[in-house]
């Protein structure tokens, strides 16, 4: 699994990725305020990939997965 990550990861930090990319940054750049991020909506969680070191987003009661924070 993370050998599939790995040969993968300059190319999804870059590609089309680019917006989740840019959002997590932007995430971790608030962590010294996060009342300046929205609390997700019901029923996402957020989940922390172990191989890139960031999060993603599961819809709890559809399975759903993305990088991107739902609005």
């Known amino acids: 699994f993370k ?3 790995d ?5 999804w930090r870059s590609g089309p990725m680019g917006l989740a990319s840019a959002q997590q940054d932007m ?4 962590n010294v305020n996060p009342a ?3 609390p997700l909506p019901h029923p996402w ?3 922390a ?4 070191r960031t ?3 599961i819809n709890e009661e559809t399975k759903e997965r993305q990088w991107v ?3």
């Not at 995430?27 to 608030?30: A, D, K, V, Y």
């Not at 990939?49 to 890139?52: A, K, N």
């Open 3 to 5: 050998l599939h990550y």
């Open 27 to 30: 995430l971790r750049s608030n």
């Open 7 to 11: 040969k993968h990861l300059n190319e």
């Open 45 to 47: 969680t957020e989940v």
């Open 36 to 38: 300046a991020v929205p």
């Open 69 to 71: 924070r739902p609005a």
């Open 55 to 57: 999060n993603y987003y």
């Open 49 to 52: 990939d172990e191989v890139t």
